[in-house]
């Protein structure tokens, strides 16, 4: 007998593993079409376990990317948010006869946001918000592990988008840092002159529920589709509600690119403006992970799903695969 019919003659003999494997997948399939989340969290430790990392975490797409590509994204995507917003406030909104004014400012941000979660959000998830990044890190979206290179890309994109929002604005005769160039205060430096209070009542409220829309709109029984509109949206209503304020913030990197370059007052109320949309957003994150726990269930079933349909077993330890 040849070795080439030895080998076949081999092949046809069923492996009790591959049918175990696919009736694991079978079963799981099942649960998150369902949305069966009992179920669901059930097989999951099965199905691991099948695929050779038993107990752990799959990776899921956004996490095997490279870091240098998710920070790259997330300082373009705070630049043009910071850029965008921020120069709409700062050369459109009193412009004489045809200005947009606060309106057109609330619009002005919740495009950028919009446009930018359709074009990086594939990439680095689209937070382009330190107050974003922690708060799905609390709702278990992120690795906490990743935070801070998130927040250092949003941070340096601001201050990429300021700096590039100075150098136009300093173009016109008259220019003067002097009118705030967009930044966030409250008092005295407040567009309605609210109160410490009432700013950190606004920051906090706006902000808990602009991550609560982010968590809903990317949960997994969401449509996903629309997810970035009514993120936008979202938070072209924050800056309705809340320009009179605060000049409304919700995101500590846009808070701290306008301020570096006014200073003085600026800075010392920079505080507020990181402190607060943090705290809020983590709670949002909190309240996610009660309100959604089935989505938490149906979203780590479909990661296991998705990888056990793939070639190469990507779950299964690296020296456990054979040779290819």
């Excluded at 999951?44 to 797409?61: F, H, K, S």
Aim: charged share 15%; glycine share 12%.
């Amino acid at each position: 007998m040849s070795a080439r019919a030895t080998t076949q003659e081999k092949s046809a003999v069923p492996d009790p593993g591959v049918d175990k494997r696919s009736e694991a997948v079978r079963r799981l399939d099942a649960a998150v079409r369902q949305a069966d989340a009992a179920e669901a969290e059930r097989l999951i430790r099965t199905a691991l376990a099948l695929l050779g990392r038993r107990g752990q975490r799959p990776e899921t797409a956004l996490e095997a990317l490279p870091v240098s590509r998710k920070f790259f994204a997330e300082f373009l995507g705070t630049l043009w948010l910071v850029f965008g917003g921020t120069g709409a406030a700062v050369l459109a909104a009193k412009f004489p006869e045809v200005g947009i004014g606060l309106v057109g400012v609330a619009f002005a941000f919740g495009l950028t946001v919009l446009t930018g979660v359709y074009t990086f959000g594939h990439i680095s998830g689209g937070h382009f918000n330190p107050a974003v990044t922690f708060g799905l890190a609390a709702a278990r979206r992120i690795r906490f592990v990743e935070v801070p290179l998130y927040v250092i890309a949003q941070v340096l994109g601001a201050i990429a988008g300021s700096a590039i929002l100075y150098l136009i604005a300093s173009g016109a005769a008259g220019f003067s840092l002097d009118g705030g160039f967009a930044s966030n205060g409250y008092g005295d430096h407040s567009p309605g002159h609210y109160s410490l209070g009432a700013a950190i009542v606004s920051e906090f409220v706006m902000t808990f529920f602009f991550l609560t829309i982010i968590l809903g709109a990317t949960s997994a029984r969401a449509p996903k589709a629309f997810a970035g509109l009514a993120i936008g949206l979202g938070l072209t209503l924050i800056h309705l509600v809340s320009i009179p304020v605060t000049n409304t913030s919700v995101n500590p990197a846009r808070s701290t690119g306008p301020a570096l370059f006014v200073g003085g007052w600026a800075l010392e109320q920079l505080w507020l403006f990181w402190v607060v949309p943090i705290i809020a957003a983590t709670v949002a994150g909190l309240v996610h992970l009660w309100l959604g726990a089935d989505d938490s269930a149906i979203d780590r079933a479909e990661a296991v799903r998705l990888a056990a349909l793939e070639k190469g077993e990507p779950l299964a330890p690296r020296e456990a695969r054979e040779p290819r």
